[in-house]
């Protein structure tokens, strides 16, 4: 084990456009020589959901490498790290990088990012999905509390990590999940549920904004848009691996939208709102593009930089 010194560390909220409203990251800037051992140990002092160490690539199509770590063990992907890593780099060591395309290099592979405005996206992973076992999905159901007619899907997603994922039957029912997590950990290291409402085709901003320009005699196509308002709702649940409430889950997300997706489930874009129940305020962009990659996006701010001593 290396002697500590300071290392350059940043915290940086992801999923969100306002500070602490989103899923915080810690991150170690530079974790060049620390072992697995301190990695962990620094992690599970955090007490955040996750901790990033950003290292120099090993191969030459990555702009950087990551290893993430939760409280409790090391995570081949996941999403918000990914962007979180991914703004601390652009920060700083990566100040100078002038495209809009990063590549990240971490366990699961290389997983590219691309940078619109301000915000990041990373391309969903490859995702692999089964059915659970029925005694498994009973057990999860008793803990979350959801009646059988209150299930309209489940799915086992792995996109590097393994979750649970479950459709629900609307976002009232999420909300209102009241899970033992005790009982939960005992079966699942990670469970997500969501629901899908459906759009509306004007919101009253919209409406709005567009009688104001016909007003002033402008087009109405002059007129800003809004934001598309959320039409999935998120919660996600991982105390087997530490974590009671997860506020955003990017990995997820990636893997919960290429399932809604190609079962026609959910439409090709869309916004998740997730983190409520817990006092977040976070947004996932997702979006498949024509070649059929699912992007996961969202904005990112920092809200502590300076030294560790590891």
Request: glycine share 10%; proline share 7%.
């Amino acid at each position: 084990m290396t002697s500590p010194r300071q290392r350059p560390f940043t915290q940086v909220d992801v999923f969100t456009h306002q500070a602490y409203m989103g899923n915080p990251l810690a991150v170690v800037l530079d974790g060049t020589g620390l072992s697995d051992a301190q990695m962990q140990s620094f992690a599970r002092w955090t007490n955040v959901s996750e901790t990033a160490f950003l290292l120099p690539p090993t191969q030459p199509e990555a702009h950087y490498r990551v290893r993430i770590f939760t409280p409790a063990n090391e995570l081949p992907f996941a999403g918000h790290p990914t962007l979180g890593s991914c703004h601390a780099w652009l920060q700083n060591a990566g100040a100078q990088h002038v495209g809009d395309d990063i590549v990240q290099e971490c366990a699961v592979g290389l997983v590219r990012l691309r940078r619109t405005g301000k915000r990041l996206a990373f391309a969903a992973p490859p995702l692999k999905r089964s059915t659970p076992e029925p005694t498994i999905l009973r057990k999860v159901c008793e803990a979350l509390g959801v009646r059988q007619e209150q299930l309209l899907g489940a799915q086992l997603l792995n996109n590097g990590p393994t979750w649970l994922g479950l459709l629900l039957d609307s976002r009232e029912t999420v909300l209102d999940l009241e899970p033992n997590l005790n009982l939960l950990a005992e079966v699942v290291s990670g469970v997500g549920v969501a629901a899908v409402e459906p759009a509306q085709t004007a919101t009253p901003l919209i409406a709005r904004k567009n009688r104001e320009a016909r007003a002033f005699g402008t087009s109405a196509q002059a007129a800003v848009p809004a934001e598309p308002e959320p039409t999935v709702e998120v919660r996600f649940f991982a105390p087997g691996i530490g974590v009671g409430e997860d506020p955003i889950t990017g990995s997820f997300n990636a893997s919960l939208a290429q399932w809604l997706i190609a079962d026609g489930l959910a439409p090709s874009s869309y916004v998740a709102a997730q983190g409520r129940c817990i006092g977040r305020d976070g947004q996932v962009f997702i979006d498949q593009d024509r070649e059929g990659q699912v992007w996961v996006g969202g904005e990112t701010v920092s809200c502590i930089q300076g030294q560790v001593l590891i």
